[in-house]
Structures are given as C-alpha cells and as structure tokens.
C-alpha cells in the first residue's frame, strides 16, 4: 500500500524550491514559445512574407506543442513527472540555439513546429505536478504562482526580442531567448524537489473515458481554446497596430507594451488565492468579464488607452487562465479519471485555439484593421463568459 506524504506548505523549505524551479521553467517555456511574437513585423520584412505568413511562426510552435500534450500528458502517468520537465526544457533551449542560424523561412518554420514539440513535457504535467506535491489546501495558490511565471515568460521573451531586436536584428534576438531559456533550464534541474506522491500507473481507457465525458471537464477544456485564442489573436495584431500609423514604433518601443504581463502575472496569482476562498464559479466569469472590457477600451486611439486595454485583458485572461487550469486537475482527480490526461486535453485545446484563432488575426487584421481584430477576440471571450456562466449549473465534485 503506498503512502502518500503531506504536500508542501506555502513557507516550507519543498515549496519554496517548487516555486522558484516551476516559476523559472513557466518562464522559459513561454520566452521561447512566442519568442517571434514580438518579432512579427520583422520577420515579414527579413523574409519578404505577409503579416497572416509571418504569425504562422507563432501558430506552428503553439500547434506542436499542443499536438504533442496529447501524448506527453499520458506518458507523464507512467515515466513520472519531474524527469519530463527536465528534458522538455533542455530540448527546447537546444533547439532555440538552432533558431538563431535558420538560413531560410521554412527551416526556421520547421524548428518552431519541433520546438513547439520539445516545450510539451513541462506545461503537460505541472499542474498534475502540483496536485501531487502541494498540500490541498493550497492547490489553486500554487497554480496561480505557476501560471504567473508564464506570464513573466510570456512578457519577458518578448521584450528580449524586442529590444535586441533593435540592436542586431532578428537573430539577435532569438540567440537572447536562447541564452534565457538554457539559463532557466539550469534552474529547473537544481532546485526542483522530486516527485513524493507519484504513482506511475498505465494510463487506461477507462480513465480517457472519464476526462472526455465529464461535462465539467469538456466547458474547461472549451474555455482553454476560446480565452486562449482571443488572448493570442489581440497581441499577434498589435505589433502591425504599433508599427503603423500613426504610432509607428520600432520592435523594441512596440515590445514594452508586453510589460502588462506584469498585470496578467499578479492577477493569476490574487484569482488563485481568491479561488481558494470564494470558490473556482465565481472567480472565473469575473475574470471574463475583466477581458471584454480591456477589449473595448483598445478600441480607442489614444496610445496609453490602447496600452490600459491591453492591461485590463490581460488581467482577465490570466486570472481565467489560473483558475482554469487548476481546475481541471482537480475536477479530474475527483472523477477518477487521469490529471495528466485532463491536464494535457486541457493544454491541448489551449493551443489549439491559439494556433487557430491567432492565425486568423493575421487575416482580420489585413482585412479590417484593428475593428476586425477586437470583434474576433469579443466574440470569442463571450463564448468564455457563457461557458463559464454554465459551469455554474454542473454538479460540484470538488471545491468550485
């Protein structure tokens, strides 16, 4: 009969190293996921392609590593956890170092597709991870400081690019995302505690059957892809926003409007501590009305409105996010049915809805500026608020 150990507590010495080792490969995992975000209206110059060819950098790493959650979450039930964080993070710092010498368009679309593969192993299985390893009172508290580190990653990948941008181009600025995220990797194999309460187990139909039919499980899953793919498709738009008139910033100007990753970073973490004491159903429709309201004041022209929009969004979307994610592990834990697999469905629709929904960005800006962009992105976070609104009505198996 196996023992199961009490989980780290907030102040202890375990979650300590779990939070700085799962902070460090968030943020290195999303640096080098949307490195080329920043990059976009560069790439299409170096390259001679069009906005909606060059967002195809962004939506062909998103989409490997979306496909490749689906095989990574089920491995994790049987390889185990840590040892897949491990080598995801090392892989994908390998192939950024290869990023930055692509000679031409296709190979380096090739690399962000293999590297969009090598990133799944650490976002498949760290909230399984944490499920695990976390004392259960403070599940949705440790999801959200995980989930800020992405979007440190998020923000600081992009700044990088963009400021290096600027100085060499960009090669420049992808061999600065590689030396971040080789720097991160090094800090996720040190301090990392290993698994305690991991059991490996076969993963089984019977478990797929579960996290495939729970209708709690499928409304999350759908969330990932609409909130997700509203979110990308807004900041795949405005680098061309920035750069064109009458702003007409260069990459690095345009790449400090991803400082309101900060604002997404600590509304991650207050939605998870609210969580915890209001409860999963009510946090998260807040969070999607927060997101419709950033949407319609970029509407505006005045630059620093445009930024407060993005702000505003980017604080709705990450406390939907957190809350969401951790959600899932803990709804699929309750049901019987694999937290790696839900995990990694989850994850997978996460992406998808990025890869889709951000690659169609390119055409709704090409097509009807930035009106177009934000009608997608208010249509699709509405469809988050009804799916969230509807959770509100099916049965509860754990604390929402």
């Known amino acids: ?14 979650y300590r190293r779990l939070s700085i080792a799962l902070f460090a490969a968030g943020l290195a995992t999303f640096a080098m996921l949307y490195s080329t975000q920043a990059l976009l209206p560069e790439l299409a110059t170096a390259f001679d392609v069009s906005p909606s060819q060059s967002a195809i950098s962004v939506s062909l790493a998103t989409l490997g590593l979306g496909v490749a959650l ?10 185990g956890r840590t040892k897949l964080m491990r080598w995801s993070v090392i892989a994908a710092a390998a192939i950024a170092v290869l990023c930055v010498f692509a000679p031409n368009w296709p190979t380096l679309l090739a690399l962000r597709g293999i590297q969009g593969v090598a990133l799944a192993g650490l976002p498949a299985v760290a909230m399984a991870y944490l499920r695990e390893e976390v004392h259960q009172d403070s599940h949705a508290r440790a999801s959200g400081l995980y989930i800020a580190g992405t979007a440190v990653g998020g923000m600081t990948g992009r700044l990088v690019a963009g400021g290096l941008a600027d100085l060499g181009g960009w090669r420049t600025a992808l061999g600065g995302i590689a030396v971040l995220g080789v720097a991160c990797a090094v800090l996720l194999l040190v301090p990392l505690p290993e698994s305690r309460n991991f059991t490996a187990t076969r993963p089984s139909l019977k478990q797929t059957g579960k996290v495939l039919k729970d209708p709690a499980l499928l409304a999350l899953y759908a969330i ?16 061309f926003r920035l750069a064109a008139a009458p702003y007409e910033l260069g990459p690095g100007l345009a790449s400090l409007v991803f400082v309101v990753y900060l604002v997404g970073s600590a509304s991650s973490a207050t939605a998870g501590r609210l969580a915890d004491s209001y409860g999963r159903r009510t946090v998260v429709p807040i969070g999607c009305l927060v997101t419709l309201a950033g949407v319609a004041i970029t509407l505006t022209h005045q630059l620093a409105l445009v930024v407060l929009g993005l702000a505003v969004m980017t604080a709705g979307f990450f406390a939907v996010h957190g809350v969401a994610s951790g959600w899932v592990a803990a709804r699929a834990h309750a049901t019987g049915g694999g937290t790696g697999q839900a995990a990694s469905l989850y994850l997978f629709a996460y992406y998808l809805g990025s890869s889709v929904f951000g690659g169609i960005a390119g055409a709704a800006w090409t097509h009807a500026a930035w009106p177009g962009v934000a009608a997608e992105a208010t249509v699709l976070f509405v469809i988050t608020l009804l799916l969230a609104l509807a959770l509100r009505r099916v049965p509860s198996r754990v604390r929402s």
Do not use: D, K, Q
């Open 224 to 239: 990932a892809a609409t909130a997700m793919g509203a979110f990308v498709a807004v900041y795949n738009a405005t680098g």
């Open 1 to 14: 009969m196996t023992t199961t150990l009490p989980g780290h507590r907030p102040g202890s010495s375990g």
């Open 70 to 79: 689906l095989i990574a979450g089920p491995a994790s039930e049987a390889l």
